[in-house]
């Protein structure tokens, strides 16, 4: 369970505290208070702090206070306080209420008669009771998922105390954010973990409130490079409204996240809880085809993968890389020779259904170039592309070659 801005506005005595802006962010979960007392905060800053800003040991002028806004925006922030009173800032100018305002920023109100330590003392206790609830509750809910219990109706009574709507048919999401290594390759560690941060708060802020829309909404899993969320999905329309909500999440943040890259792989519709289990499952098998299919953009179902889910549902994978090998392998090794231009070839023309003119388009090549090497390819296979077999198997070869590279 997190802390929410609007909770930290709901605790006792602290009524004097006045939301002025970003009504839209009170869900935003608060992660610490942390008081500001140089000019800017984005270095100082790793995304879901409550900022406070006091003007004691700094003056705060007006376009200070904007550039504040704007880097706690920028930093993915909680949401920010600025305490106002006849010694220091006497009053929040309205360009920066705006400004709050327009960026979806919580700017709070606080008048320095309420000393902070009231203020400090208040949150701090709320955070420690959220963070063990947090912890009972994520704690249930891996159990859940892991299949890792002796009763399931004691994990489901237990989750009911906890306020955990374990009865209501779910679907698993399950969600990777990859590139860390390129953020840390471009940037100083210490920028890199910084951004690295900052678009994790991002990620699990937009997610949660996705979830709260979707209703019913159940806290995140996380487990280091994943996040996994639990959908409410009774039925089949709930099914279509998970998937383009979780498209229009991926959209939405794509952009956002660069150069990090956001993954999503959707387990089945309706599972019960004695399913979760076999619901991530699931929603590892489409995340992965979701990582190495750049054609899905970003997001697979399972209930879209086809023959993939029987090669995903293979154990051993020398059975899998011993296939590949009997197909394609005379190709990848006259590739690894030479330039490499038949696999990419065959792969071309199975993604353009064999249609010589796309293909070479896609190529760039000239036809009677393509038309040479799927000759050349014929030769060193001794498979034809007339023979349906022998594109059977080529087709499924290429599949699995493509899930056993790298994401």
């Known amino acids: 369970m997190s802390l929410t801005v609007a ?24 992660r610490w208070p942390y008081v500001a007392e140089n000019e800017g905060i984005a270095d100082w800053v790793m995304g879901g702090e409550l900022i406070f800003i006091t003007g004691i040991n700094h003056p705060r002028d007006e376009a200070n206070l904007l550039r504040l ?36 920023l919580p700017l709070i109100e606080q008048p320095y008669a309420l000393k ?98 979707l209703g019913n909404a159940l806290p995140l899993v996380s487990q280091g490079r994943h996040w996994i969320a639990l959908l409410p999905c009774p039925d089949g329309q709930a099914e279509a409204r998970n998937r383009q909500a979780m498209t229009a999440l991926l959209d939405e943040l794509r952009p956002q996240l660069g150069p990090l890259r956001l993954f999503l792989g959707l387990g089945s519709a309706g599972c019960e809880a004695q399913r979760f289990a076999q619901g991530l499952g699931e929603a590892r098998q489409a995340l992965a085809v979701a990582q190495r299919f750049p054609e899905r953009l970003g997001l ?43 696999m990419p070839t065959l792969e071309a023309w199975f993604a353009e259904n064999g249609n010589l003119a796309l293909a070479a388009q896609r190529l760039n090549v ?30 499924v070869a290429l599949l699995i070659r493509r899930l056993s590279s790298p994401a």
């Open 116 to 213: 902070m330590v009231v203020v400090t003392q208040a949150i701090g206790t709320a955070l420690v009771q959220a963070q063990q609830l947090g912890r009972s509750r994520q704690h249930v809910l891996e159990q859940v998922l892991d299949g890792d219990y002796q009763s399931l109706d004691v994990l489901l009574q237990r989750g009911d105390s906890l306020g955990l709507a374990l009865h209501v048919p779910r679907q698993v999401a399950l969600l990777r954010l990859d590139g860390s290594e390129q953020l840390f390759g471009d940037l100083p560690d210490e920028d890199a973990e910084r951004q690295l941060q900052s678009r994790q708060q991002l990620l699990q802020r937009r997610l949660e409130q996705s979830l709260g829309e």
């Open 7 to 30: 909770d930290v506005l709901a605790l006792p005595g602290l009524a004097s505290m006045h939301l002025r802006a970003g009504q839209a962010g009170r869900d935003n979960a608060v």
């Open 300 to 342: 697979c179902s399972f209930n879209e993968l086809g023959v993939l889910e029987l090669l995903g549902a293979i154990r051993d994978r020398s059975l899998l890389d011993r296939f590949v090998e009997r197909v394609l392998g005379a190709l990848i090794g006259d590739d690894s020779r030479h330039q490499p231009v038949l």
């Open 69 to 104: 806004v704007r880097e706690g925006h920028e930093r993915v922030v909680a949401g920010m306080v600025i305490l106002t009173g006849a010694e220091f800032i006497q009053a929040i100018p309205p360009s920066v209420i705006a400004e709050a305002e327009r960026l979806n």
């Open 366 to 395: 000239h036809r009677n170039t393509l038309s040479y090497r799927l000759q050349r390819i014929e030769a060193l296979t001794g498979c034809s592309f007339e023979d349906p077999h022998d594109r059977l198997n080529i087709s």
